[in-house]
């Protein structure tokens, strides 16, 4: 319940104020929502799987997310020019190519 007297109308942001704006949601036939990857800013792993730290088109810094290398598919490029720049990042596992990207 809403008390409407504690309600005001909206009135934008405040001139000079920078305001983040979401970018496009894509929802796959599965129902789940799909963001468009700006860049990859590095790599970890985290119980023994690979993750990668995106910032995702349209959002800021502040909203960069964790994201396992399987939710990566749709952004190879991304995850290719963050290997190519950072050589020294995780990408192997007890001996194993986890870089599935490569040609």
């Given at each position: 319940m809403v008390n409407i007297?504690?309600?005001k109308p909206y009135k934008g942001p405040l001139p000079g104020q920078h305001v983040d704006r979401p970018g496009l949601v894509v929802v796959t036939q599965e129902g789940e929502e799909e963001f468009e990857v700006e860049q990859v800013v590095d790599a970890r792993f985290k119980r023994g799987k690979l993750e990668f730290l995106v910032l995702r088109k349209g959002?800021?810094?502040k909203d960069r997310m964790w994201e396992p290398k399987p939710h990566l598919d749709n952004s190879c490029d991304a995850?290719?020019?963050f290997d190519s720049k950072s050589p020294s990042?995780?990408?192997?596992l007890r001996g194993m190519d986890l870089n599935l990207f490569e040609p």
């Open positions: 007297s504690c309600v959002y800021g810094d995850v290719r020019e990042a995780p990408r192997k």
